[in-house]
């Protein structure tokens, strides 16, 4: 065990990190002055792990479960980990994402008690044939619920339709009929599959002290026997280069249609750095074309074809990527037509340089204010950490990026024929 502290200048930040014997990985992000401390303890494990090899051994799970374990979590036999945490002044919470769950919570005190609770309940399951079937229906009342949420119908009906068979376009809760197969038995194995230590990782940061936190779970996780760690491999069918659908539409009760626009990317980036690189190019080409202060938003917000909600995100990962662009508008057809305009006149013409340039600087700023407080900077520490990536070597890679791989980009990018198209329009009387 070896404790290793680095200083990044670029962005004032040291990190404080150890790998325990167990495997698990403790990231401390110290910050002078700072109040309060926000903890996040995470499984590389998430919606889209629905199939894998255990040592060899093939499994296939419903979907939904990574969020359904999730939740399985925070119950104890003897009383509420939520109530645990309020009562030692912390606030406490877990979310799953596509490729990990996270649990955490953040607090101006307390911090060596609340550490220890986030630790404990979270390697000590409870499941119960009673508590599991209990669970099913809580999940499906938050399934129902998210069935009329437009936003979320009008974001997973694009990746619905961006994918064909990549469990990315499967919803993060599963289906009705999913939930109802998972058994107190699968759960506990997946439990065991991917919560041992060698597959999370703990960031701290804020005013904790590195070494008192790295002290306190080199102490906690001795006290615990572990098995040895399996030995995992994700499983995911060949996804095909078409989009599933070009179009879907459905109808909800909203004020204003919702549309939003996807391009799916089939030359993925396996390593981290070229992932790394690859977001941070697409994400200023994003800024510099179709950003706040680029003509485009301005001329669309002019002509009221967009509102405040409107923007854009790219997703990167090493199996699957895809970018969202969209929000309210009056007139989907039209918002699609100026944008597909704009698009090939910046793929004839290439981005205009000072706004490039603006976008970088922009960038920077963003993450460097972003880095100022605890709960953003853990989790995108976090979500880079685990794809082995370094967060703080953003700014170099901005910096580093020209227009000319920004413009590389925009053409390999916006291929019309990876593109699909979700609308939510007002439900007709």
């Not at 791989?405 to 291929?415: M, N, P």
Request: charged letters at 30%; proline letters at 6%; glycine letters at 6%.
């Amino acid at each position: 065990m070896t404790v290793e502290e680095r200083h990044y200048p670029d962005v004032d930040e040291t990190v404080v990190r150890e790998k325990l014997p167990n495997g698990l990985e403790v990231h401390v992000l110290p910050k002078a002055g700072c109040s309060k401390t926000y903890a996040v303890f995470a499984t590389r494990y998430g919606s889209v792990d629905n199939r894998f090899a255990v040592n060899g051994e093939e499994i296939r799970v419903p979907d939904g479960i990574a969020h359904f374990l999730e939740h399985k979590m925070f119950e104890e036999p003897d009383g509420d980990i939520f109530a645990k945490f309020a009562k030692q002044g912390a606030s406490a919470n877990a979310f799953t994402s596509f490729d990990r769950t996270v649990y955490l919570f953040t607090a101006a005190g307390q911090i060596p008690e609340n550490l220890e609770t986030l630790l404990d309940f979270v390697q000590r399951p409870y499941f119960t044939d009673e508590n599991v079937e209990k669970e099913k229906g809580i999940i499906e009342q938050e399934i129902n619920m998210y069935r009329d949420n437009p936003d979320w119908q009008v974001y997973f009906g694009l990746i619905g339709a961006l994918y064909q068979r990549h469990p990315v376009r499967i919803d993060i809760a599963g289906t009705a009929e999913s939930i109802r197969r998972i058994d107190k038995e699968t759960l506990y194995r997946c439990y065991e599959t991917f919560y041992h230590p060698s597959n999370m990782t703990l960031v701290v940061a804020g005013g904790a002290d590195p070494e008192d936190v790295i002290r306190l779970v080199r102490e906690n996780q001795a006290k615990k026997s572990f098995a040895p760690a399996p030995e995992i491999s994700r499983l995911f069918d060949a996804e095909p280069p078409e989009v599933g659908s070009p179009r879907v539409e459905r109808e909800l009760p909203v004020s204003l249609p919702k549309c939003m626009i996807g391009f799916k990317e089939t030359d993925l980036v396996r390593d981290a750095d070229g992932l790394m690189r690859r977001e941070a190019a697409t994400k200023l080409m994003f800024e510099a074309l179709i950003g706040p202060s680029s003509e485009l938003y301005q001329s669309l917000y002019d002509d009221q074809l967009i509102s405040d909600s409107f923007g854009s995100e790219y997703n990167c990962t090493p199996e699957y990527a895809f970018s969202v662009i969209g929000g309210e508008t009056r007139d989907p057809d039209a918002l699609l037509a100026r944008i597909r305009e704009a698009i090939e006149r910046a793929k004839a013409e290439g981005l205009d340089p000072a706004r490039f340039e603006r976008a970088k600087r922009k960038r920077i700023g963003a993450l460097l204010r972003m880095l100022d407080r605890p709960e953003s900077a853990a989790n995108e520490y976090l979500r880079w950490n685990l794809r082995g990536g370094n967060l703080f070597r953003l700014p170099e890679l901005y910096r580093d990026i020209g227009i000319g791989e920004a413009e590389e980009r925009l053409r390999a990018h916006f291929d019309w024929n990876r593109m699909a198209v979700s609308i939510v329009r007002s439900r007709k009387a």
